[in-house]
C-alpha cells in the first residue's frame, strides 16, 4: 500500500503529458519517466535518441518482459517514491501496464488522461525541441502505439481527463483545479 498519492499520466504523443507531469514535480512530486527505461538502454548500447531506435527498444523490452514490461521493470522505483512522497507517473503506455499497476497499487493510484486533438499535437511534435517528428513519424508512432503497445486502453479507462487543445496557461489552470480536488 502506497502512504503517498501515485497519479499516472496516460495519453498519445504530443498531448501535454510531460508538461503536465512537471506542473506535479514543482509541487514537489516524485517523478517516474517511463521512457527513461527506453532512454537507458539507447545510452547503455550507445544508440542514436530517434524514433526508429525507441520504437524499437520500447518493442524489444515488452518482447523480453511481456507487454507490462515497463510497469514491471519500474515496480520497486515506484513503490520506493510512494512510500516517501506522492509520486507521478510520466507514460505509462499499455494496457498490460495499467492492469500491473492496479493490482499492485488497487485504488491508490488515479489514472490522468491528457488529450489533444490529433492536429494540435502533430503540430505541437513538429516544433518541439526535443525530439521532433513530422506529421508522417507522428502518424506512424501513434499506429505503432495503439497497434503494438496497447496504449489506448489506459486512456479510455482513465479516472480524469485534462483536454490540452490550448494554452499552457489554460492547461495550468486545469492541472492546479485538478491537483486542489485530488
Not at 506535479?24 to 521512457?35: D, Q
Not at 505541437?124 to 506512424?140: F, K, M, Y
Request: proline share 2%.
Amino acid at each position: 500500500m502506497a502512504k503517498y498519492k501515485i497519479a499516472a499520466l496516460v495519453g498519445m504523443c504530443g498531448s501535454g503529458k510531460s508538461v503536465v507531469c512537471d506542473m506535479f514535480v514543482k509541487k514537489g512530486w516524485n517523478r517516474i519517466y517511463f521512457g527513461g527505461v527506453t532512454m537507458d538502454v539507447l545510452k547503455e548500447r550507445g544508440l542514436e535518441k530517434n524514433e526508429q531506435n525507441e520504437r524499437a527498444i520500447r518493442e524489444e523490452l515488452r518482447r523480453i518482459h511481456g507487454p507490462a514490461a515497463f510497469a514491471k521493470l519500474l515496480l520497486p522505483k515506484i513503490s520506493a517514491a510512494a512510500q516517501n512522497g506522492n509520486t507521478i507517473l510520466d507514460g505509462l503506455y499499455s494496457w498490460s501496464e495499467y492492469k500491473c499497476l492496479k493490482e499492485h497499487f488497487g485504488d491508490d493510484i488515479t489514472i490522468i488522461a491528457i488529450v489533444a486533438d490529433r492536429s494540435v499535437r502533430y503540430e505541437r511534435l513538429t516544433t518541439r525541441e526535443i525530439r521532433p517528428l513530422t506529421n508522417a513519424e507522428a502518424e506512424s508512432r501513434d499506429y505503432a502505439e495503439i497497434e503494438n503497445l496497447e496504449k489506448g486502453g489506459p486512456i479510455s479507462i482513465a479516472d480524469k481527463f485534462i483536454f490540452n487543445n490550448g494554452s499552457v496557461e489554460v492547461l495550468t489552470e486545469q492541472v492546479e483545479a485538478f491537483m486542489k480536488e485530488f
